[in-house]
C-alpha cells in the first residue's frame, strides 16, 4: 500500500531529474541490477514510453544517476589550504559512495558524457591542485593517485565486515586456536599473523574504516613533498 508521501510523489509531473532520483533512490534500495525502465515507470505510477521523453536511453539514464552522485561530493576550493580542501573531497566521496555503494564501480568509467557536476567536481579539484603550485603533470598524477585510493578503499570497505564483526571473527578463531594443538602450531609457523591476529586485533579490536584517514594522510604527505621539490 502506497504512503501519503508515495502517493503525492506519484501525482508530481514528470521530469529529468525527478525520474534520475528515483532511480537512484531504487538502485540504494535494490541495487543496479534492479534500474529498469520498467520498474521506474511503476515507482513513478507512470507509463513506461513517457520516461523515454526525459532519458531517451538506459545509458542517459546511468549518466544522469552518477552525475548526481558526484553533486553529493563536496567540491574542493582553490583559496584554501590544499591538503584539507583536498581531505575534504576524498572524505565527502568516500561518504557519497558509503550511500550509494552500487557506483563505485561506475564513477569513473562513464565518461563519454559527464554531467555538469562532474565537470564541476573535476575542475575545482585540478585548480585546487594547480593553485597550491603543482605543475599540470603533477596535478594530473596527483588527482590520479588520490582517485585510485578513493575507489579503490570503497570497493574494499564493501567486502570487509563491520569492526564488531570483526571482532566476533577474531574471537572465534583465538579460542579455536587455543583449543586445538596443531593449529596453535600453524601460530608457531606464522609469528607475525598470529601476532597481528591474536595480540593486537584481538584485544584492541579492528575497524577498517579508520585506515582511510592514514592512507591518505601518506598520499598527501609525498604530494607535499613533491609539490615543494617542484
Not at 507512470?46 to 544522469?64: Q, R
Not at 578503499?153 to 587455543?178: G, K, N, T, W, Y
Request: aromatic share 8%.
Amino acid at each position: 500500500m502506497r504512503t501519503d508521501e508515495q502517493t503525492a510523489q506519484a501525482k508530481a509531473p514528470l521530469s529529468r531529474e525527478r525520474i534520475v532520483l528515483a532511480a537512484v533512490e531504487l538502485a540504494d534500495r535494490e541495487g543496479i541490477e534492479a534500474v529498469t525502465m520498467r520498474k521506474l515507470a511503476d515507482v513513478l505510477a507512470a507509463g513506461a514510453m513517457s520516461l523515454y521523453y526525459y532519458v531517451p536511453n538506459k545509458d542517459d539514464l546511468l549518466d544522469g544517476m552518477i552525475d548526481a552522485v558526484k553533486g553529493e561530493i563536496e567540491p574542493p576550493a582553490s583559496d584554501g589550504d590544499w591538503r584539507t580542501e583536498l581531505r575534504k573531497r576524498a572524505t565527502s566521496t568516500r561518504h557519497a559512495l558509503q550511500r550509494h555503494g552500487w557506483a563505485v564501480g561506475l564513477m569513473e568509467s562513464r565518461t563519454q558524457r559527464p554531467g555538469p557536476a562532474n565537470l564541476k567536481l573535476h575542475d575545482a579539484v585540478l585548480g585546487c591542485l594547480r593553485e597550491a603550485g603543482f605543475s599540470i603533470e603533477d596535478a594530473i598524477h596527483a588527482y590520479s593517485v588520490q582517485d585510485a585510493y578513493i575507489y579503490g578503499f570503497a570497493l574494499q570497505e564493501q567486502s570487509v565486515p563491520a569492526a564488531d564483526e570483526i571482532a566476533d571473527v577474531v574471537d572465534r578463531q583465538v579460542e579455536h586456536i587455543e583449543s586445538n594443538p596443531e593449529i596453535e602450531a600453524l601460530a608457531e609457523a606464522y609469528p607475525y599473523l598470529a601476532e597481528v591476529v591474536a595480540g593486537y586485533v584481538g584485544p584492541s579490536g579492528y575497524d577498517f574504516g579508520k585506515e582511510f584517514e592514514y592512507g591518505l594522510d601518506l598520499i598527501l604527505d609525498a604530494l607535499e613533498q613533491r609539490r615543494t621539490a617542484g
